[in-house]
């Protein structure tokens, strides 16, 4: 037997002594991976296949020490078990090991002072969650093959190690959930191949220089994750213009990101990069990492300033969070012009105006929230927008419109004063008012006079007569006066 893979099943126990027996000389594959196996049957401290190659044993229930290997592993993985006790000084004769995952177990809190001989044949180096203490080690030398490095929830503390910068063929670095204090290392963005770089959950600090400069980096950049840190201060608008690689859709067939290991006997084998990122809304890991995906998480940080217009030249971005920070300015209309965009999270900062109808445009956005801003004015309605819950517009009292209870209220149009209040302008309103009384009773008494002596002239005699008040001294018709 050359190769025995038995991964993803129920198996439990110890692996059993005939395995050991009948294939010391030919078995140069063994891959028991995602098991509840808890060790090997004899507890033998080595592992008798003479012609090993490949050993993975992670995710399962080992206990005890770290089986030793033999002079021919290339790929040595016991991650996610139960191991205990010191790194032994045999691993750094290991000449021809290119993949090393030691992570999550409960071994102690040193390396053995030979580690570095590794790194002139490790691609790939994980040794995450393994309480770390102390200065960062020296993880390259010259022209190191590494690939991959991933020291991430340890108690790394101090600077980041400038060794990295050797480092040329790097494309993935984590160095999340440590105790670095250190300003932002943007000496990073020169090495040519640099994809992930993830520096959560640590204690960096100060404003982010030299974003903005005319040279070139972080070309190949295409997942950035600075959370939790100390930065501040204003982002320049031209900081992520460099970021080649954000700006422009992948257009060839997706794949997982990884590398690829050449074996002596059987060919090649990929291991595929995984990581843990914070992306709509929610963390997750990321078992795979595929080469279309773009993402930015600057969240919870002490930035200022508006947001920075080269945001809008990152065509690639699937996912932008900014929350908690302190944005001000308004939402970038232009974010309506990233089609590929599925979430953005703006939470918590000191953004004004309105939300754009631009991003009405955004036909995947499956998460938006705003949150705690100081937004106002009609929310957009239609497409994505009216998937969103009112959760995304929270703490925002000026915005109305669904999902809000919060309906946006009708302009009344402004009637032009009336007449009297112009009149009122000119004098006051008691002496118009006697006007108009004076200018009534004038008129009237006029009238009433002519009317009066045109009905006596041709009247007056009849109704004297009809009166029988002919004879009577005190009336006299009014004769040879004049009619007015």
């Given at each position: 037997m050359e190769a025995l893979a038995l991964r993803y099943n129920e198996i439990e126990g110890l692996v059993p002594t005939w395995i050991w027996n009948n294939s010391q000389e030919t078995l140069q594959m063994i891959d028991l991976a995602n098991n509840f196996i808890t060790g090997f049957d004899q507890h033998p401290q080595f592992l008798p296949w003479v012609c090993l190659e490949f050993f993975d044993m992670s995710y399962n229930k080992l206990q005890g020490r770290l089986p030793m290997s033999p002079q021919t592993i290339v790929a040595y993985d016991v991650s996610n078990n139960y191991l205990n006790g010191e790194i032994p000084p045999w691993i750094c004769e290991?000449?021809?090991?290119?993949?090393?995952?030691?992570?999550?177990?409960?071994?102690?809190?040193?390396?053995?002072?030979?580690?570095?001989?590794?790194?002139?044949?490790?691609s790939v180096l994980d040794l995450k969650q393994y309480s770390f203490h102390g200065p960062m080690m020296n993880t390259c030398t010259q022209g190191s093959p590494l690939k991959k490095i991933d020291l991430s929830k340890n108690q790394f503390s101090g600077q980041v190690s400038k060794s990295l910068a050797d480092c040329i063929k790097l494309e993935f670095l984590s160095l999340a959930a440590n105790s670095f204090e250190d300003v932002f290392p943007l000496w990073l963005g020169t090495l040519p191949n640099l994809q992930v770089l993830i520096l959560r959950s640590n204690k960096f600090y100060g404003a982010i220089q030299g974003l903005s400069s005319i040279s070139p980096l972080f070309l190949k950049l295409r997942i950035i994750d600075i959370s939790n840190n100390g930065f501040g201060g204003e982002l320049p608008h031209k900081s992520f213009q460099t970021w080649n690689a954000m700006k422009s859709v992948y257009q060839g067939r997706s794949a997982a990101m990884g590398s690829v290991i050449p074996f002596t006997s059987f060919g090649t084998f990929p291991f595929t990069y995984s990581m843990t990122l914070t992306t709509k809304g929610v963390k997750?890991?990321?078992?795979?990492?595929l080469n279309i995906f773009v993402a930015i998480d600057l969240s919870c940080n002490n930035f200022e300033g508006q947001i920075p217009q080269s945001l809008q030249d990152l065509q690639g971005l699937e996912s932008l969070n900014l929350s908690n920070n302190h944005f001000t300015g308004h939402i970038?209309?232009?974010?309506?012009?990233?089609?590929?965009?599925?979430?953005?999270?703006?939470?918590?900062?000191?953004?004004s105006g309105k939300i754009p109808q631009q991003l009405l445009q955004l036909g995947f956005l499956s998460i938006l929230n705003v949150s705690f801003n100081h937004l106002d004015g009609h929310i957009p309605q239609g497409k994505q927008f009216n998937t969103f819950e009112s959760n995304s517009y929270l703490g925002n009292p000026g915005l109305c419109g669904k999902p809000l209870s919060k309906e946006c209220g009708k302009f009344k149009v402004l009637l032009p004063p009336t007449s009297s209040n112009e009149y009122e302008s000119l004098m006051p309103s008691d002496i118009i008012d006697w006007m108009l009384i004076l200018l009534g009773?004038?008129?009237?008494?006029?009238?009433?006079?002519?009317?009066?002596?045109?009905?006596?002239?041709r009247y007056g005699d009849w109704f004297i007569e009809r009166l029988g008040m002919r004879n009577d001294s005190w009336v006299r018709p009014l004769r040879n006066t004049r009619k007015n």
């Open positions: 290991l000449k021809f090991l290119q993949f090393l995952d030691l992570s999550s177990n409960q071994m102690t809190r040193t390396l053995p002072s030979c580690f570095g001989n590794l790194y002139n044949s490790l997750l890991e990321y078992k795979k990492i970038l209309p232009s974010f309506g012009n990233l089609k590929y965009l599925e979430s953005l999270d703006l939470f918590q900062n000191e953004l009773v004038g008129s009237g008494l006029i009238i009433g006079i002519v009317v009066g002596n045109l009905l006596y002239a």
